[in-house]
């Protein structure tokens, strides 16, 4: 028996190559083990003919479960009848021994390879279906995606042993946020979602959820934020003290009359840019004016000010 031709790697596979093809030819037989549970059982094989897999979910055939690191996990369905079923069991004899004969009167001398290569590509990882991609939201603060940041976060899955049981194992994933990402931004862990019988596991994605802030809101690059200001200080001169994102101060002298409409850009004080992370979008100050009651001398003060200009 050549062992390098059963799991269908050449003789310099490395580990890798290795458990890889074990884990392709583990999930094919898995699948068949699925479909002899099925089409072995007069009952759920009527089911199935008719109705097809839905049929079976639909008459309790079939359980969902599944877990997550947060909220509710996907929907996995798993076959809800014996493990998988000895190869002798199917076939009535020693796969890979001597000939034997089922009660069916089914011939059979076949390998492991044999039954693999028997059912065709339709198991291997290229025709496997995959499960559904898993999203889950990651929230960041301003300040996060402004300096980037690094985050660590617990998932929980199920996996299948060697043995076919099917357990439930906990892992960190490290996800690191670059300066500049925007809301929306999708970071994916390929395979890192369930395992299940006949299906490649699905992929485990985070998207980028932007906190609010308290002074600051992003438009694309940019940075806005709000002052509320005086008649006065609109009239006759205004600095804006600013402390940025990542904690430095600002001063900001606004020489021009501020009127309601009026927008101070300060250039490169917005976000990072990701793709030039050395450049950055502008910071735009807005005004709210609020309404006061003048002082005879901030009266005096105004009607020079509007006579002299």
């Not at 309601?260 to 030039?276: A, D």
């Amino acid at each position: 028996m050549d062992y390098y031709k059963i799991l269908q790697v050449d003789r310099n596979a490395n580990d890798n190559d290795l458990k890889k093809a074990y884990v392709e030819a583990k999930a094919k037989f898995n699948q068949i083990s699925d479909a002899y549970d099925v089409l072995s059982d007069s009952r759920t094989r009527s089911v199935y003919d008719q109705y097809g897999e839905e049929g079976l979910k639909r008459r309790g055939k079939l359980r969902s479960g599944g877990t997550s690191s947060e909220g509710d996990g996907p929907t996995i369905f798993r076959f809800n009848t014996r493990s998988a079923v000895p190869v002798s069991e199917i076939f009535g004899g020693n796969v890979g021994g001597s000939r034997a004969s089922s009660s069916s009167g089914f011939q059979t001398n076949m390998s492991a390879e044999d039954i693999f290569s028997w059912f065709g590509d339709e198991g291997s990882s290229n025709g496997m279906r995959k499960g559904a991609t898993i999203e889950r939201a990651l929230p960041c603060s301003l300040e996060d995606l402004y300096k980037g940041t690094t985050k660590k976060m617990k998932i929980s899955r199920d996996v299948i042993l060697a043995s076919g049981k099917v357990t439930t194992i906990e892992e960190l994933v490290t996800i690191e946020v670059k300066p500049g990402w925007k809301k929306g931004t999708k970071i994916t862990f390929p395979e890192k979602g369930n395992e299940q019988r006949g299906l490649i596991p699905s992929d485990l994605s985070f998207i980028i959820d932007e906190k609010p802030h308290s002074i600051y809101k992003r438009d694309d690059n940019d940075l806005i934020v709000t002052q509320k200001i005086s008649v006065v200080d609109a009239l006759i001169g205004y600095a804006a003290q600013l402390t940025t994102l990542d904690g430095r101060n600002l001063t900001i002298p606004i020489n021009s009359v501020i009127s309601p409409s009026y927008e101070e850009v300060v250039k490169g004080e917005g976000m990072p840019i990701p793709k030039e992370p050395s450049r950055k979008g502008d910071m735009r100050i807005k005004f709210n004016i609020l309404p006061t009651r003048l002082t005879p001398e901030q009266k005096i003060s105004i009607k020079l000010l509007l006579t002299s200009s």
